[in-house]
């Protein structure tokens, strides 16, 4: 197509470009507009900035609450027989003492937890637990498929249940079941505490440290 065949549509073009490039001008030299483009341009900027500052301090506030563990039982023992033994159950769950009876050989705990996110964190929502059972335990496969087993349920006090909590409320970060077991020994002390991972048990005296060691070493 030569230009002499194209000078019709240059034509028809033209006056809409005039018209167009006449309302630029007028809008770009109008008193004030440059001014709120400027103004209207940093209000955007500065609210950028505060989302991302806020997000910043939702990840913090998360990454403190999860690193802080919380102290929820502590457990003291004494041997009554051959792999017998009396533990003494302290919850912060309740603020009560139970006296039970283990078989075995070890303890071990068992809870449900969730965790949070979003502005529960930044509000000082801790995670939530429920202590479900305290059972014991053999080391020998054969004793545990065919000796007395110990459970005791430790759902009965409980305030709520998960899926009564975790149905209405929002910003749940995990949901997520969590044991520990030690070796029972006697006047052993043991801590239990809930971190990020779940619970963590640790010994607290002597004797507890002593079966801790010999367990690893068996």
Known sequence: MTLMTQWPLFAVLVLPGLVLAYIALRLLVRRGWVRGFVRGSLGL?????????GLFVVDLAAYRAFTREMAIATLSFSQQGEQIYEVSLETNQDQQQRTLVLNGDEWQLDAR????????VVFGMEPVYRLDRISGRYQSVERELNAPRSVIDLRADALWSASEVSDWLPWINA????????PMVDNGLFE?????????????????????GQWFSD
């Not at 900027?45 to 500052?53: D, F, K, Q, S, V």
């Not at 949901?175 to 030690?182: D, E, W």
């Open 113 to 120: 937890v969730l965790t949070w996110s979003g502005p529960l």
């Open 192 to 212: 239990v505490v809930l971190g990020a991972q779940g619970l963590v048990a640790r010994p607290v005296n002597e004797p507890a440290r002593d079966a801790l």
């Open 45 to 53: 900027a500065c609210l950028a900035g505060l989302i991302i500052i």
């Open 175 to 182: 949901r997520f079941g969590s044991s520990v077991y030690l």
